[in-house]
């Protein structure tokens, strides 16, 4: 499987950015499609994943801020992110894994699928 994210640059604190990720190799409907972010120094995150039941999981720092899509007829997966603040500037990747348990957790030994990732810069 192969996964491209883009959609990364800069924003403002309080601004919106959208990333997509667009899979090939496999069908994203039958698979847990997430997302983890990096920032310098630091783990990576578990952002947000949706299941093949369509079921999401989001971080408590995301809460009410990102939303988890899929265009199942376009394969590919999205993340809105609104009212950015500087603490949600990394990179970002985009994650799948065949195993639907892999969505029970946002922990990164679950998925075995990971694409370059899109940078995402916010300034306050």
């Known amino acids: 499987g192969h996964l491209v994210e883009s959609g990364g640059g800069s924003a403002q604190a309080g601004g919106s950015l959208r990333l997509s990720c667009v899979v090939s190799g496999f069908t994203i409907s039958t698979y847990c499609m997430g997302w983890f972010r990096q920032a310098p120094g630091k783990d990576d995150e578990g952002v947000t994943v949706?299941?093949?039941?369509?079921?999401?999981k989001y971080a408590d720092s995301v809460k009410g801020r990102f939303t988890i899509s899929k265009d199942n007829a376009r394969n590919t997966l999205y993340l809105e992110m609104n009212n950015l603040k500087a603490e949600d500037s990394g990179k970002y990747y985009c994650?799948?894994?065949?195993?639907?348990?892999?969505?029970?957790?946002?922990?990164?030994?679950?998925?075995?699928?990971w694409g370059k990732g899109t940078q995402v810069t916010v300034s306050s």
């Open positions: 994650v799948a894994d065949p195993w639907a348990g892999a969505c029970l957790l946002l922990h990164r030994g679950n998925f075995g699928l």
């Open positions: 949706v299941g093949s039941d369509g079921r999401v």
